[in-house]
């Protein structure tokens, strides 16, 4: 393992999983018999879910994950990919099973779809350029009133914006609203926009792809519960949780923070 920043150590704090899960044995688990499990993600969430930039084809913590969820469960995963802005509507038709983007469990959208148990938890950050010595906090940033924040609508991110950092209005104009989140960094990237709302993991891993553009300020902003979205009713939540228990049990989602937060470096 590569030396542990104080940073990281107080990721890894966050990323534990939560309290421990009852033990489950493997013959525990159902057998879904070779059932296809069709699961979809957006390639643009390091190191969650994104490209490989030597082979081009999507890598990542939930791709790790989730193909080892199917594999206990005896299914086989067919990767699909959608934006953002349509993939619970999607999911909640049942055009996908599964999906995943760093999915924040909340009311609002336990109203459209099923969520999956947690497998992980995190905390929001703000994401700046490595030059920017404006505002080194929330305060600070929501007094710079020429600062900008680059969003997606309906997300963690824009909803922190409006009601932890600025006035609570979400037509402030303030936020720049963009389709995917790959969009609001590369805004940032050239200016467009200021600042980007993040979780340590992907915000880390933009500072990794792109090393001297980008650092983290602030303290954390909240936090959040990651979990897997379903058709909602959907007869994969039970075999789904059952695996997400036994791997937070058996130190698999462990190993798998270790490689993708603190061993791997995007292009390298």
């Known amino acids: 393992m590569k030396k542990m920043t104080k940073f990281f150590a107080a990721v890894l704090s966050v990323i534990v999983l939560g309290g421990q899960a009852d033990h489950v044995v493997a013959d525990e688990l159902p057998d879904l018999k070779g059932r296809v499990i069709v699961a979809v993600t957006e390639n643009a969430y390091p190191p969650l879910n994104f490209l490989d930039p030597k082979t081009g084809q999507g890598i990542g913590w939930e791709y790790d994950a989730f193909n080892e969820i199917a594999k206990r469960l005896n299914a086989n995963v067919q990767w699909e990919l959608s934006s953002w802005d349509v993939m619970i509507e999607a999911v909640r038709n049942g055009q996908y099973d599964v999906g995943m983007d760093g999915i924040t469990i909340n009311a609002e959208r336990e109203e459209q779809i099923d969520f999956t148990e947690s497998y992980m938890t995190s905390e929001m950050f703000m994401l700046v350029r490595a030059d920017e010595d404006r505002f080194a906090t929330a305060s600070d940033f929501a007094a710079k009133e020429d600062a900008l924040v680059g969003a997606q609508p309906g997300t963690t991110g ?17 936020i720049t609203l963009m389709e995917t989140f790959g969009a609001t960094i590369q805004a940032l990237r050239t200016g467009d926009v200021d600042m980007v709302l993040t979780d340590a993991t992907a915000g880390q891993g933009y500072i990794d792809a792109y090393p001297g553009l980008f650092k983290l300020v602030g303290g954390a902003i909240g936090s959040e519960d990651f979990g897997f979205i379903l058709t909602p009713d959907s007869d994969l939540r039970a075999p789904i949780n059952a695996v997400i228990q036994q791997m937070k049990a058996d130190g698999s989602f462990e190993a798998l923070n270790k490689k993708w937060f603190f061993d791997y470096k995007i292009g390298q």
């Open 158 to 174: 824009f909803y922190t914006a409006v009601y932890s950092i600025l006035d609570g209005n979400e037509a402030n104009p303030r």
